[in-house]
């Protein structure tokens, strides 16, 4: 059994710390941005496991206060993050348990996290007795398909592929409402290292007669609600996209060459 512990941030490590948020983000910020959120009411848990520094989280203690002059103690939970050598391995939930643990033994009353509905933690926290209080429908208004689409596919960072698909090429299509129209914006990428790497192919090369081995075709809509499912196990995820292909939103084309991979030929 791995030698996995959680301690509290020490005094001198808050240039590790940055680089590590920096590493696990793919830029969090400088350290003029550190300075400003890592003021006194931070506090900063740091997860290591055989010596090695694998994750961290902090939790923001503050009074808030409420109608009728009253107050009490809240905590606002952010920044949690995980090395990416040891994602998938429930770093995340070890992390997740200590910072609330330590916010139930500091007094606050309430926690509050404010994460974006394209982020894992949107999902993931109501593992962890995170209920939704409110939150604002915001409508966006799309000026440039292309780089919303970015946007969202760039959220696949995280994403562990099975090592037997290593050198695929995918091709992920959604069509986008713009207020110019619909249109369809297509990406490559390859599978590295089991994850999905943006390839260097322009959009025009996608009708030059490039290999590709899957194809995924989806409105964008959906495509957003599937980003959101990758916290959840394996088995669940493989069958709620079965169902929207079922229901014609998520549309697939494998190539012979990826049948034989995943049939193991």
């Not at 760039?154 to 090429?169: D, R, S």
């Not at 390839?199 to 081995?213: F, W």
Request: aromatic share 10%; glycine share 8%.
């Amino acid at each position: 059994m791995t030698n996995r512990k959680v301690r509290n941030l020490r005094s001198g490590e808050e240039k590790k710390h940055l680089e590590m948020l920096n590493l696990c983000y793919e830029f969090w910020g400088n350290e003029e941005r550190y300075k400003r959120f890592y003021s006194k009411e931070a506090h900063a848990l740091i997860a290591e496991e055989e010596g090695d520094w694998i994750g961290g989280v902090t939790a923001w203690f503050l009074r808030a206060f409420l109608k009728q002059e009253s107050e009490m103690n809240v905590f606002i939970s952010g920044d949690v993050y995980v090395h990416p050598d040891h994602r998938g391995r429930g770093v995340y939930g070890t992390l997740r348990r200590n910072v609330d643990r330590l916010a139930q033994e500091r007094g606050a009353s309430l926690g509050l996290a404010f994460t974006s509905i394209y982020n894992i933690p949107f999902s993931a926290l109501q593992k962890y007795g995170f209920i939704e209080v409110f939150q604002p429908k915001t409508r966006i208004l799309v000026l440039d398909p292309g780089g919303y689409f970015d946007f969202l596919v760039g959220q696949l960072k995280n994403v562990v592929l099975p090592q037997n698909m290593e050198g695929i090429t995918v091709e992920l299509t959604a069509s986008v409402k713009s207020v110019n129209g619909t249109y369809k914006v297509s990406r490559v990428f390859n599978v590295e290292n089991r994850k999905l790497r943006k390839s260097n192919a322009s959009d025009v090369a996608l009708n030059t007669g490039q290999r590709i081995d899957l194809r995924i075709s989806a409105d964008v809509e959906t495509l957003a609600k599937t980003l959101q499912r990758f916290h959840l196990r394996e088995r669940f995820r493989l069958l709620l996209l079965l169902a929207d292909i079922i229901r014609g939103r998520v549309r697939l084309r494998f190539s012979a060459r990826l049948l034989k991979v995943l049939l193991g030929l």
